[in-house]
């Protein structure tokens, strides 16, 4: 189960990341109010992609807390 949680979040920050760098080199070719939307929704991309990135530290940190645990109680 975390393996297959960690390599679908890994997917999805491949995925965010591409779609980030993909709009910042847009970004970085317009200018107004087009180039101000896309800087936002390259920034609101690197939030998500921060977001996960807690989220699969925090799920890693249970299970290594959990199989300690487990150890534990074996020995």
Known sequence: MLS???KTVQS????????????????TTATGEK?????AR???LLDSAMVKA?????AAIET???????????V
């Open 4 to 6: 297959t949680n960690i």
């Open 12 to 27: 999805d920050m491949r995925t965010l990341v591409r779609d980030a760098q993909d709009l910042f080199r847009e970004a």
């Open 35 to 39: 180039a101000d939307a896309l800087r």
């Open 42 to 44: 390259g920034l609101s």
């Open 54 to 58: 807690q989220d699969v530290q925090a």
């Open 64 to 74: 290594g807390k959990e199989m300690a645990e487990t150890a534990d109680n074996f």
